[in-house]
C-alpha cells in the first residue's frame, strides 16, 4: 500500500502531466483562438474515465470534459476495444459534446497490458463550418444549422490517421489550416500526456498507479464533504434572467435551489426555463460544471480539483430545458446559461455564505465574429471573447475587465489582430461608471472598436446582459449593461447583441461595452478616500 507521500508524489506528478500537454498545444497550436486566447483544456482521467488531474485552465471545459468521456464509454465506445495506440474525437453535444467548436479527443494509456488511464483534451476551433463565420450563428434553431457534427469516432486506429476523415473535416471548415493545425496540436498533447504516466507506471507499477488515482479521489471528496459541513444546512433560493435566446426576444428564467444537508448538496434546476429555439441551450455536462465550479469556488480550502469533488452533489434537471436540452437543439451560445447558472450558484452561496461570496460579474461570453472579405476574395476570420468586471465581494472592489467565473481567457493582442486581419483596433480600455456602486464598487466592464479595413466583412455578435445587469449584494447597486453598435461615416447605430450576416463596409466601426460587476453593500458606507480615488482615476 502506497503512503501519504508516495500519493502526493503521483498526485503531483499527474497534474504536471496535464500541464505539460497544456504547454504543447499552447507552443504548437496554430489560431488565434487557441494560441492567444488560450481557448483549450487538458486533463489526465482515471481507468474508469474520472476526471484525476487537470491543468489550470477553463472550468466550463474541465468540469465536463470527464462526463463526456464517461458518456463514450458508456454509449459509444466499448472500452475493450479501444486500444492504446488510438484516439477518439468528437464535438457532438448529444454524444458527450459542448458545442461544435469544442473538439474533444481522448487515448487510452496502458502499462503491461492494463488501462491504467486516459489523456484528453478539448480545444475551441475558430472555425467548424455552419450558417456563420467561427460556428457561432446567433439565429440558429437546430444544431444542423451550426457546423460539422462529429461522431464519436477513432481519428487515430493502431496509430495510423484516418486521412479520409481527416480530408472530411478540413473540406467543411472555413480555415481548414488553423483548424487541423490546432486539431493536430491536440493530438500531440496526447502523446504528451500518454509519455508522462507511462513513465510513472514504469517507476510505480500499474496497481499502485491506479490504487494512487483512487485514493486521490477519495481525498478529494473528503475534502469536498468536510467543506460542505462548514455550510449552515438550510434551503437557499435564487434566480436571474438571459435577455433572450436570439430568436423569441422572450427573457429566460435560470432559477436554482440549492439545499445543504450534513456534508452533502442538493441542486434543483426543475425551475430553469424549456429550453429555446435559439442556440443558447445546454447540455446536463455544460450546466452541471457551472454548478460543481460555484460549489468549489465557494469552499473554504484548497483541495485537488476533480471528479472527487463532485460526490457530495447531486443536480437535478428537468429533461427538455435550458439545462438539459434535448436533440437536436441549438447550442452554440450555450455558455450564456453556463455562465449567468454560475451568477445564479453565488446568489444562493451568498445567502449561506454571506461574508464570502461576492456580488455577479459580468456573466457571458461576449462573443465578436468577423469574416473579412478581400478584393481578390480571400476571407479571414476572428473570433474574439471580451469579458467585463467582477462583481465586488464583501471586503474589497470587484476587479476590472478580468476574465472569471467559467472563463479563464486571455485577450488577443491587438497586433497580433493587426498584423493577420485587415482590421484596426481603435479604441481598448474600461468604461467609466460600468460597476456597480456600493460600499465596495463593482469591477468595470471594458470598451474595444474594430474598424474593418477590407472591402466588406461580415460581423455576427454572440451576447447577453444588455437587459437584465449584474446584481448587487447586501444593498450594493447593479453593474452596467452592455452596449454595442456599428459606426458609419459618424453614425451610431445599435447592433442588436445577438445578431447574424451583419454586413459591413470599409470603414466601419464595430464598438462593444460590456458590463461591470455588481456593488457590496451600502454605497452610503464607501471610504471617502475609496471614491476620491475612483474619481481621479476616471472609474467613476
Known amino acids: 500500500m502506497l503512503g501519504p507521500i508516495e500519493i502526493e508524489v ?23 483562438t487557441v494560441r492567444e486566447l488560450l481557448d483549450y483544456s487538458t486533463a489526465v482521467f482515471d481507468a474508469e474515465g474520472n476526471n484525476v488531474a487537470q491543468s489550470a485552465r477553463i472550468p466550463q471545459h474541465l468540469n465536463s470534459m470527464g462526463a463526456a468521456l464517461r458518456t463514450l464509454l458508456d454509449r459509444f465506445v466499448d472500452a475493450a476495444d479501444w486500444n492504446a495506440d ?24 496502458e502499462h503491461e497490458g492494463k488501462r491504467i488511464a486516459y489523456v484528453g483534451s478539448l480545444c475551441h476551433h475558430i472555425d467548424m463550418g455552419g450558417m456563420a463565420p467561427g460556428s457561432y450563428a446567433a439565429t440558429a434553431t437546430e444544431v444542423f444549422q451550426e457546423g460539422l457534427r462529429i461522431p464519436p469516432l477513432k ?10 476523415i481527416w480530408a472530411m473535416i478540413g473540406q467543411n471548415v472555413r480555415k481548414p489550416a488553423l483548424m487541423l493545425g490546432d486539431l493536430q496540436s491536440q493530438l500531440a498533447s496526447l502523446e504528451v500526456g500518454a509519455a508522462s504516466i507511462a513513465r510513472l507506471a514504469t517507476r510505480y507499477g500499474a496497481d499502485a498507479l491506479l490504487e494512487a488515482t483512487a485514493r486521490i479521489l477519495d481525498m478529494s471528496e473528503a475534502a469536498m464533504r468536510a467543506a460542505i459541513r462548514a455550510m449552515p444546512d438550510g434551503r437557499y433560493e435564487f434566480e436571474d434572467f438571459l435577455d433572450d435566446d436570439g430568436v423569441t426576444g422572450d427573457p429566460i428564467r435560470l432559477h436554482a435551489v440549492l439545499a445543504v444537508a450534513g456534508d452533502e448538496i442538493t441542486v434543483d434546476l426543475t425551475g430553469c426555463a424549456d429550453q429555446q429555439r435559439g442556440p443558447i441551450n445546454c447540455t446536463p455536462a455544460m450546466s452541471n460544471c457551472a454548478v460543481y465550479y460555484s460549489i468549489m469556488a465557494a469552499t473554504d480550502g484548497a483541495m485537488p480539483a476533480n471528479a472527487g469533488c463532485y460526490r457530495p452533489v447531486r443536480i437535478i434537471h428537468r429533461d427538455g430545458s435550458v439545462t438539459s436540452c434535448r436533440a437536436p437543439a441549438s447550442v452554440a451560445h450555450r455558455v450564456a446559461v453556463s455562465h449567468r447558472l454560475a451568477n445564479v450558484m453565488f446568489g444562493c452561496l451568498h445567502q449561506a455564505l454571506p461574508d464570502r461570496m461576492p456580488a455577479a460579474y459580468y456573466g457571458g461570453s461576449y462573443v465578436a465574429t468577423f469574416q473579412t472579405e478581400g478584393e481578390d476574395g480571400s476571407r479571414e476570420v476572428l473570433v474574439e471573447i471580451e469579458i467585463g468586471g467582477t462583481g465586488a465581494s464583501p471586503g474589497r472592489d470587484g476587479v476590472s475587465a478580468w476574465s472569471f467565473g467559467m472563463h479563464n481567457n486571455s485577450n488577443i493582442p491587438i497586433e497580433m489582430i493587426e498584423s493577420q486581419m485587415p482590421l484596426t483596433i481603435t479604441h481598448y480600455g474600461l468604461v467609466s461608471g460600468s460597476g456597480g456602486a456600493g460600499a465596495h464598487r463593482g469591477g468595470l466592464g471594458l470598451v474595444r472598436e474594430w474598424r474593418l479595413d477590407s472591402p466588406a466583412g461580415i460581423f455576427t455578435a454572440n451576447m447577453d446582459r444588455f437587459r437584465f445587469a449584474p446584481y448587487g449584494l447586501a444593498g450594493g447597486q447593479p453593474g452596467s449593461l452592455g452596449r454595442l453598435s456599428r459606426i458609419r461615416d459618424g453614425i451610431t447605430t445599435p447592433i442588436a447583441p445577438k445578431s447574424d450576416g451583419v454586413r459591413l463596409l470599409e470603414g466601419d466601426i464595430v464598438r462593444l461595452e460590456t458590463s461591470g460587476g455588481g456593488g457590496f453593500g451600502d454605497p452610503a458606507g464607501r471610504d471617502a478616500a475609496d471614491t476620491a480615488r475612483d474619481k481621479a482615476l476616471g472609474y467613476t
Open 86 to 109: 488510438d484516439v477518439v474525437i468528437t464535438n457532438d453535444p448529444y454524444c458527450g459534446g459542448q458545442h461544435l467548436n469544442d473538439v474533444l479527443a481522448f487515448k487510452p494509456v
Open 10 to 32: 503521483i498526485r503531483n506528478a499527474l497534474t504536471a502531466a496535464a500541464a505539460e500537454m497544456d504547454i504543447t498545444i499552447w507552443r504548437t497550436s496554430r489560431s488565434t
Open 155 to 164: 481519428l487515430i486506429e493502431g496509430g495510423v490517421l484516418n486521412k479520409s
